[in-house]
């Protein structure tokens, strides 16, 4: 009788469940980690790959899609598995629809090219139950018998060659869409790869990659930016962090021997898979074949979190056969499970909101200008300027070439009126990077304040000159123009500033209001109706318009356009009382400003909303 395969589930029988109860568990565990943050903000850089995506965070949540994407390839694989296991030949189609999930992968983020291996590792050791060492060793003395190895058995040579030609051309066309070149990084995003010297760079990437492990085993240090000094380099082997290379690298060969030598064919390739999901989807995050962007990054670690999860149920299965009183062990799994869930809770509840991201980082890597930059640009946008120039005034410290943190300081010094600072901060921020377009218009502005036009003028066109489609700066030029009654470049700085962003209201505002000025209202009209066909609902475009007409005799016409302005001044206040639920309030604005335009589509649904609303208020308090 042939000998069964050992079970994890019989070694471990304390844990065992049926099947649609360990999904229900397991999904209930998920739901736990994760329901507080369902009703999050957008924050970090989700600005930039959903809210301002134009397509909507297709490719800005490359994340997510890489690991749909990888679900659904190896689930093709299992599908595959599954009909071989059944007495049906290894399907083509299901490794087919797995190589091209895993190619649309490849195309969201690079770690896709490593979903291709994991399916061809897969492949080899729990389908085929390749023994690594005996083919390594067979393959070293080129035996000819390589199928008694496993690598023919059941078509596996052409299943392997299909996933890996399948991801190098898929590799080929990303390297073409990134215009065959890496992209451009700086020395504050990843350090250790500046490094002169090829022992720093080792060194400091080996640290990096025991961190990586670190925060697999105990994911407290999270943090949504590792950059900008974060993890200082490591220059001598007299730093004591060396010691965290060794631990790693002594775990790592430990392992690797016993995947490799061990006499049980069961350990070999159950470590052998461990390992492969461990280290074959973090090797693009390396740096070992090109610089990566980032010095850590969590979720570079999402895919290795399998290999780990492998290998800690197969070490707990082992002590559990050792272990006289299992229930101890049970509950130290069970304990660290829920530090866990907690843990993981807690992450999720940070990244609820900016503010709650920012300062979390800020225990953990103190030394990251990011993310002093950070918290001080969401104190900001909050209006609290006081305690943002105290967290920019620390990131320009910790990083004195920070031009951003510069650029966001000098606009604050400028709007208190501190033009003296502001302008020796914009200066250096535009010395450091000569092309930092929204340094020089702000820089512009300080010595427009200053009355010093003609460098205004230059910092201006510089600015445009390296970000050609620059609406604001053209706006700010428009302005610097009127000052020196230079009307005519003053109304086409503005008129570029309205080609390039056509709701840009205060350039139209400004073209209406210089051109009254100057006489030619007829001409200011025609601005007036453009603008307001563009932007319908803009109350100082009405004004503007309404004072031309009233000063061209247009008097009915003049007073339509304060009537609408007043209608849409009482429309905010109505909708808000709705919202805020003070009816009464709500209906006598609606109802004023339904006098004022009887026929206003959007006021006569609202308006009728809530005298439905208030009807049936009336009879629950009649009943």
């Known amino acids: 009788m042939a000998q069964t395969e050992p079970n994890l589930d019989h070694d471990i029988s304390w844990f065992l469940l049926p099947s649609c109860w360990a999904k229900t568990v397991v999904a209930l565990i998920s739901f736990l980690c994760f ?94 139950k390749l023994n690594i060492l005996e083919f390594i060793q067979k393959l070293l003395r080129k035996d ?82 590792w950059s900008m000094g974060c993890i200082p380099l490591i220059k001598s082997v007299s730093d004591w962090r060396i010691i965290a290379l060794a631990a790693l690298w002594f775990c790592l060969i430990g392992l690797i ?172 921020a535009v010395q450091i990077q000569p092309d930092f377009a929204a340094a020089w218009m702000n820089l512009g502005i300080v010595q427009n304040s200053l009355r010093r036009f003609e460098e205004a003028e230059q910092s201006y066109w510089t600015a445009i000159k390296h970000r050609k489609k620059y609406p604001d700066c053209y706006y700010n030029l428009g302005r610097l123009y009127a000052d020196l009654n230079r009307h005519i470049d003053a109304l086409n700085a503005w008129r570029n500033a309205t080609v390039l962003k056509p709701e840009h209201s205060l350039a139209w505002n400004n073209m209406i209001i210089l051109l009254d000025n100057t006489g030619n209202l007829a001409q200011a009209e025609a601005v007036g109706r453009e603008a307001l066909e563009l932007i319908p609902n803009d109350h100082s475009l009405m004004f503007s318009l309404a004072n031309v007409l009233g000063k061209s005799q247009k008097y009915k016409t003049a007073h339509y356009s304060t009537i609408l302005l007043m209608k849409s001044l009482i429309d905010v206040p109505a909708v808000l009382y709705h919202r805020w639920g003070n009816l009464d309030l709500a209906k006598k604005h609606y109802e004023i400003s339904l006098k004022l335009d009887p026929t206003a589509p959007g006021t006569k649904e609202n308006y009728n909303l809530l005298r439905r609303k208030l009807e049936q208020l009336q009879k629950k308090g009649g009943a």
Request: glycine content about 6%.
């Open 35 to 128: 329901a507080n943050s369902y009703d999050g903000d957008f924050v970090f850089d989700d600005s930039e790959a959903i809210i301002n995506n134009k397509v909507a965070g297709i490719v800005g949540r490359a994340d997510l899609l890489c690991a749909l994407f990888f679900l659904l390839s190896f689930l093709g694989y299992c599908k595959a598995f599954r009909e071989n296991k059944e007495g049906h030949n290894f399907s083509v189609f299901w490794v087919l629809v797995s190589v091209l999930l895993g190619a649309i992968a490849m195309l969201c983020k690079e770690q896709g090219i490593t979903i291709l291996g994991l399916n061809a590792v897969f492949d080899a050791l729990v389908i085929n």
């Open 257 to 428: 021997c016993q995947a490799l030598c061990s006499e049980d064919s069961y350990k070999r390739r159950i470590l052998t898979l461990g390992l492969g999901f461990l280290i074959i989807p973090f090797l693009p995050a390396s740096n070992l074949f090109f610089r990566v962007g980032f010095v850590v990054a969590e979720r570079v670690i999402y895919l290795p979190s399998i290999g780990y999860c492998i290998l800690f149920t197969y070490g707990f299965s082992l002590l559990s056969k050792q272990a006289k009183k299992k229930k101890i062990l049970a509950v130290a799994v069970l304990g660290i499970l829920l530090m866990n869930i907690m843990r993981c809770a807690l992450r999720s509840s940070q990244w609820r909101s900016e503010e709650q991201l920012f300062r979390s980082a800020l225990s953990v890597c103190p030394l990251n200008a990011k993310v002093h930059y950070n918290v001080g640009k969401n104190l900001a946008d909050k209006g609290n300027q006081s305690a943002a120039i105290k967290y920019y005034r620390e990131a320009v410290r910790l990083n004195p070439k920070y031009v951003h943190a510069m650029n966001n300081l000098g606009n604050i010094l400028k709007e208190r009126n501190e033009l003296q600072e502001a302008e020796e901060l914009l200066s250096l």
């Open 144 to 225: 000819k018998l390589l199928e008694n190895a496993g690598l023919l058995r059941k078509g596996l040579l052409f299943r392997i060659t299909l996933l890996m030609s399948g991801g190098a051309t898929i590799l080929y066309i990303r390297w073409r869409i990134m215009g065959t070149g890496p992209p451009a990084f700086t020395e504050v995003d990843n350090p250790a790869s500046f490094a002169d010297s090829l022992f720093v760079r080792a060194i400091n990437y080996n640290y990096y990659y025991s961190l990586n492990a670190w925060l697999l085993l105990c994911p407290w240090w999270l943090c949504f930016d």
